[in-house]
């Protein structure tokens, strides 16, 4: 495992480059049923403290708390070998709710201290101003390390920041081979300023394994609804997951381990893909040691700008269609 310290203080921040999202836990979107969330997701977190991962990825809307519970229960002892993240869902985010929200998140976690405390996406009304009050205090009595934000544009994630009064360590967003947007500011910005950007989604949702298809789409309800999963999409992403498997066979990994060998490749980001089992955990934690040279970085990176999915409004008639059809998704 490969590690990134962001800060003042290396030996207190030590975040794997490859950490573990733990949305999968307990929550009904991903359909993983009842003994992944009370045995599977536990396997999963255990073999990934054996293997070095110290980043943990939580929020309190994860199954409505369940998430929380189970990683807190699984990490157990570990805990203070681990960087624990979870995030504020921002409804009515005035300071004295932030911090009774956080003191519930380390409750369900079962630890005194949360590392990480992000603010999970921008509250369109409320600003940061009165979040951060929050946090600043939360910070202040110690029951918060760092604070972060999640699905910030740079202004906005620069305005919390100077809210606050000091830093906001990382912004967590989409970054992956088919959406590469925080490349125009926000990785630059990190990069720069000792700031980290934690990728979420790293393997688009698993369409960048190379294991879905038009004949074999994933079944459940959010991957459903993921317009990258429609037939025609899953037919156009065919160019970018052949240039994934032909990086693969040289390094003799997999297409999904490239995907995310890919990600971080880039020096302030962290990936937190999930896992639906062991397999998928140890086989993400092992890309964390892949080095993809330049040339092959470069042309992944072609492969994706030569991506062309169907998006936007045009999408609704082919959700209709493939939600309808015979074999479709449930
Ligand atoms: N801040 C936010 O707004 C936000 C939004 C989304 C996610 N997140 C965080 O980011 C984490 C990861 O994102 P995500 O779950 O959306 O997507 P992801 O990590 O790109 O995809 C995870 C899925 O990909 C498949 N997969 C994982 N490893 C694999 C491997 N080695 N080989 C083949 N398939 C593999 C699994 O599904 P199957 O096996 O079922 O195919 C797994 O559930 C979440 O758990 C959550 O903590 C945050």
């Not at 101003?129 to 760092?146: D, F, H, N, Y």
């Amino acid at each position: 495992m490969r590690y990134l310290s962001a800060g003042t203080d290396p030996k207190t921040i030590r975040i794997s480059r490859i950490g573990l999202g733990a949305w999968q836990f307990g929550s009904r979107e991903w359909g993983y049923g009842q003994s992944y969330a009370e045995q599977e997701a536990r396997a999963i977190v255990r073999r990934a403290v054996e293997l070095g991962v110290t980043l943990f990825d939580t929020a309190e809307i994860y199954g409505f708390g369940r998430s929380e519970r189970i990683l807190g229960e699984a990490i157990g002892e570990d805990r203070e070998s681990v960087f624990l993240a979870t995030k504020l869902f921002p409804l009515l985010p005035v300071a004295p709710v932030v911090e009774q929200r956080a003191v519930a998140s380390a409750n369900r976690l079962g630890v005194r201290r949360l590392d990480l405390y992000q603010v999970h996406q921008p509250n369109p009304v409320v600003r940061d101003g009165t979040i951060m009050r929050g946090m600043r205090a939360l910070q202040r009595v110690g029951l918060v390390s760092e604070i972060g934000v999640s699905n910030y544009s740079l202004d906005r994630w620069r305005a919390a920041e100077q809210a606050l009064g000091s830093r906001v360590l990382s912004n967590q967003v989409r970054y992956n081979l088919v959406d590469r947007s925080p490349e125009y500011d926000l990785l630059p910005f990190a990069e720069s300023t000792d700031h980290i950007v934690i990728a979420y989604s790293p393997l688009a949702q698993g369409l960048l394994s190379g294991k879905y298809d038009r004949d074999n789409r994933p079944t459940n309800r959010l991957r459903a609804a993921n317009p990258m999963f429609l037939p025609e999409n899953l037919d156009r992403a065919g160019e970018l997951i052949a240039a994934l498997r032909e990086v693969a066979d040289a390094h003799s990994a997999t297409p999904a381990q490239i995907a995310l060998a890919w990600v971080i490749h880039r020096p302030a980001v962290v990936a937190i893909p999930g896992a639906s089992s062991v397999g998928q955990l140890e086989s993400n934690v092992a890309a964390a040691d892949i080095d993809l040279t330049e040339d092959e970085y470069q042309a992944l990176h072609a492969a994706a700008a030569r991506f062309d999915p169907v998006t936007g409004p045009a999408v609704v008639p082919h959700l209709l269609r493939a939600r309808f059809s015979k074999g479709g998704p449930s």
